[in-house]
């Protein structure tokens, strides 16, 4: 099967710098993007900016790539993901060439002449790739390996509190009413002079409720609730001055002050249960009546494609079961976890990886340079240099924030023991906020 190309699904920022790397090692690699040019979800988030310096969003093996056309690696700043794309993964992908197909679409994985169910020569056989074209025709396509870094953009987690569609959400959703990405102040029409609800809690429901402030700024007309299904705690604004990449910490000092400020009405311990157009309906019966709802909840992976392969994921998660201690969220929420490599990535598949976002599951903590070691590993496993393989190439910064689902109900309690995690010190009390059922017009 040495003949065969290591079969890449997405053409993100981790799936190419996968190619990167195995254009190093001597192995061919084959692209496959599902959108119709590079980074195609980053470009649909073009207008927000990342907490990560220029520094820590180029892989190593992609700027070697790229050095002799006479690009030069930014050195410092924070771009948004428009600039992301523009300055550093567009030109990869350009310098990939005839590697990356763009519209092309992995329906299904499985192994050539075998099912799901049969062992017998299962690891001798080459991948079989099904892919249909945007034109729509399908092929099938051999691999001698699967490097899945297609991400999670797509899938993103509902607004409904048990993890389903609240009722009359995809109704909401096909009428326009509910969005599931950041606002863009440049487009202040689609916000300004009405009511936004914001739901979620994390780094992306942070953004959003930046971009909206701004928009209150220019239009004072213009109204934001935000609500979170925990209790305010100490790290409901993330980790402030303490995180180690500060423009994350930013995000939520920000969105912290726009609430103090009073341009944002924070609600707490909302759990959606039910979406009428715009109006969201709490479990408690809570409601609030908006024009726009933006949810902003997470995401998950897609998994349906993988059917016919073996694989180990965590239960809770959706993760590689070997990483899915070190970020899962219900025991900690600290970026302080170990890089992962190939081994951690492994699956009983053999030479079958999740990378990136995808490898995370559920999780929200990934970092770009946390990916770009995962590929790093996982083609120097690929090419046999397995003691490249098993180093650790990586030092993760910090959040500063250690609390994890003991402060889902209650603001008081902290996380003690468990992962990198131990009490919080206390804080000032942030505000107080009524939980008695209300209804917010």
């Known amino acids: 099967m040495t003949d065969l190309p290591v079969a890449v699904i997405g053409a993100g920022p981790q799936g190419l710098a996968a190619a990167a790397h195995l254009l190093e090692r001597g192995l061919t ?63 990869l992908a350009d310098a990939l060439r005839d590697h990356v197909r763009y519209g092309a679409t992995v329906t299904g994985v499985s192994r050539k002449g075998r099912d799901r169910l049969v062992d017998a020569g299962r690891a001798e056989q080459p991948f079989v790739l099904h892919v249909t074209s945007a034109d729509g025709i399908a092929e099938r396509i051999e691999a001698r390996a699967v490097i899945d870094a297609s991400g999670t953009w797509c899938r993103p987690n509902p607004a409904g509190a048990d993890g389903l569609p609240a009722l009359g959400e995809r109704a909401a959703r096909a009428a326009g009413k509910v969005t599931y990405a950041v606002p863009d102040r440049a487009d202040a029409a689609t916000y300004a002079g009405k009511h936004t609800l914001v739901i979620g809690a994390g780094d992306s429901a942070f953004n959003a409720v930046n971009e909206l402030t701004a ?34 910490g930013a995000l939520g000092v920000r969105a912290k002050k726009a609430v103090q400020d009073g341009i944002v009405e924070l609600v707490t311990g909302f759990r959606t249960e039910r979406v009428d157009g715009a109006t969201v309906t709490a ?10 709802v933006v949810v902003l909840t997470g995401y998950r992976p ?41 081994k951690d990535l492994a699956q009983p598949e053999p030479d079958l990886y999740l ?54 109900d209650d603001p008081d309690t902290t996380t003690s ?22 209804t917010l017009s």
Not at 230 to 236: H, I, L
Not at 316 to 342: F, K, M
Not at 386 to 397: K, M, S
């Open 29 to 91: 690699p084959l692209v496959l993007e599902q959108g119709r040019e590079p980074a195609a979800a980053v470009a649909e988030w073009g207008h927000v900016r990342l907490f990560s310096a220029w520094p820590e969003l180029v892989d190593k093996a992609a700027a070697r790539l790229l050095e002799p056309t006479g690009w030069a690696a930014p050195e410092k700043g924070y771009p948004t993901g428009a600039q992301w794309r523009e300055h550093y993964l567009a030109p």
């Open 355 to 408: 990378v990136g976002m995808k490898s995370y599951g559920r999780a929200p903590t990934f970092l770009a340079m946390t990916g770009y070691e995962q590929v790093r590993s996982v083609v120097a496993e690929l090419a046999g240099d397995h003691d490249a393989a098993a180093r650790v190439e990586l030092e993760l910064p910090d959040t500063g924030v250690c609390g994890g689902a003991g402060v889902f």
């Open 215 to 248: 928009i209150a700024k220019d239009h004072p007309e213009t109204r934001v609730t935000w609500a979170i299904r925990r209790a305010v705690s100490t790290n409901t604004f993330g980790g402030g001055e303490a995180d180690e990449l500060p423009e994350r």
């Open 302 to 342: 897609d998994l349906s494609f993988l059917s016919e392969m073996r694989l180990d994921l965590d239960p809770t998660l959706e993760a590689p079961r070997n990483i899915a201690v070190q970020i899962d969220p219900n025991i900690h929420s600290c970026g302080s976890v170990s890089a992962t490599g190939a």
């Open 283 to 292: 479990e408690d019966g809570r409601a609030i009546e908006a024009d726009q």
């Open 417 to 438: 023991g468990g992962g990198c995690c131990g009490p919080t010190a206390p804080t000032e009390e942030l505000f107080t906020i009524s939980r008695s059922p209300i």
